[in-house]
C-alpha cells in the first residue's frame, strides 16, 4: 500500500514563502498522476496544481497567477509545492493526492484514490 507523507506547513506571514512536501510510500510505481489541493474551514476542497508522472506537463488552478510551482522527483518519490507571495486566502490544509490509474482530468477529487493527512498552511501577520 502506497502512502503519502506531507510536511512542511507552518505560520508564515503575507508576502512570504513555503515549501510543502509530499513523500510518497510503498509501491510507488503505480502512482501516476500527483498533486495538490487545499481545504479552508467550512469549504469544499479545492484543486490548487497537479503534476504528471514524468513532470512533462503540470496543472494549475486559475486563482495563482503564478505564484506557486510544482514539482516532482521520482527518485526520492517526492512532489514538492513551493508557495511564494502567500496571502492570508491561502490559509488551509493542504493535501497532497495521486491516482494509480490513468486520469483524464486533474481537478475533481475523484480523479485521486490516495490522500495525505494534510498539512496546515496559515498566512498570517
Known amino acids: 500500500q502506497v502512502q503519502l507523507v506531507e510536511s512542511g506547513g507552518g505560520l508564515v506571514q503575507p508576502g512570504g514563502s513555503l515549501r510543502l512536501s509530499c513523500a510518497a510510500s510503498?509501491?510507488?510505481?503505480?502512482?501516476?498522476?500527483m498533486g495538490w489541493f487545499r481545504q479552508a474551514p467550512g469549504k469544499e476542497r479545492q484543486f490548487v496544481t497537479a503534476?504528471?508522472?514524468?513532470?512533462?506537463?503540470?496543472y494549475y488552478a486559475d486563482f495563482l497567477t503564478g505564484r506557486f510551482t510544482i514539482s516532482r522527483d521520482n527518485a526520492k518519490n517526492t512532489v514538492y509545492l513551493l508557495m511564494n507571495s502567500l496571502k492570508p486566502e491561502d490559509s488551509a490544509v493542504y493535501y497532497c493526492?495521486?491516482?494509480?490509474?490513468?486520469?483524464?482530468?486533474?481537478?475533481?477529487?475523484?480523479?485521486?484514490?490516495?490522500w495525505g493527512q494534510g498539512t496546515q498552511v496559515t498566512v498570517s501577520s
Open positions: 503534476i504528471t508522472r514524468d513532470a512533462d506537463r503540470r
Open positions: 510503498g509501491r510507488t510505481s503505480s502512482l501516476n498522476v
Open positions: 493526492a495521486a491516482s494509480s490509474l490513468p486520469v483524464r482530468t486533474v481537478v475533481p477529487t475523484s480523479a485521486y484514490d490516495l
